[in-house]
């Protein structure tokens, strides 16, 4: 596991150091760096659970408010979102955005059930 960690704290600080020419780069910045901190940590055996529910909780409600733009995409018959870099049109930035928030979620996830894993373990 922690080859595996240590690949995804790379993928996110890869994730973070291309954000620089999106709209709002600052928050999309952060949440990566934060991703690649939890998984960097988690190689060592480091879980710190309750920074983990708060970042899964600021993402499940982040990517909340993207759920009726990710739903107007797919109404639309789900149009090309990477035929461009530069995002043409709002439905293209936010279904990206959409699918970036899913990412981190899924890999908080992990950490979090590998958190639970480690605490049983300890026990």
């Given at each position: 596991?922690?080859?595996?960690?240590?690949?995804?704290?790379?993928?996110?600080?890869?994730?973070?150091?291309?954000?620089?020419?999106?709209?709002?780069?600052?928050?999309?910045?952060?949440?990566?760096?934060?991703?690649?901190?939890?998984?960097?940590?988690?190689?060592?055996?480091?879980?710190?659970?309750?920074?983990?529910?708060?970042?899964?909780?600021?993402?499940?409600?982040?990517?909340?408010?993207?759920?009726?733009?990710?739903?107007?995409?797919?109404?639309?018959?789900?149009?090309?979102?990477?035929?461009?870099?530069?995002?043409?049109t709002?439905?293209?930035?936010?279904?990206?955005?959409?699918?970036?928030?899913?990412?981190?979620?899924?890999?908080?996830?992990?950490?979090?059930?590998?958190?639970?894993?480690a605490?049983?373990?300890?026990q």
């Amino acid at each position: 596991m922690k080859i595996f960690n240590l690949i995804l704290c790379a993928l996110f600080i890869l994730f973070a150091a291309v954000q620089y020419n999106d709209p709002d780069p600052m928050y999309w910045m952060l949440l990566y760096l934060y991703v690649a901190a939890m998984c960097g940590l988690a190689a060592f055996g480091k879980y710190y659970r309750p920074v983990l529910l708060g970042g899964l909780l600021i993402c499940v409600i982040w990517v909340g408010t993207l759920v009726p733009d990710f739903i107007n995409w797919v109404k639309m018959g789900t149009p090309n979102i990477a035929e461009h870099m530069k995002a043409d049109t709002p439905y293209v930035e936010l279904t990206r955005e959409f699918f970036g928030l899913l990412i981190c979620i899924l890999a908080l996830v992990f950490l979090w059930r590998r958190s639970r894993k480690a605490t049983i373990a300890d026990q």
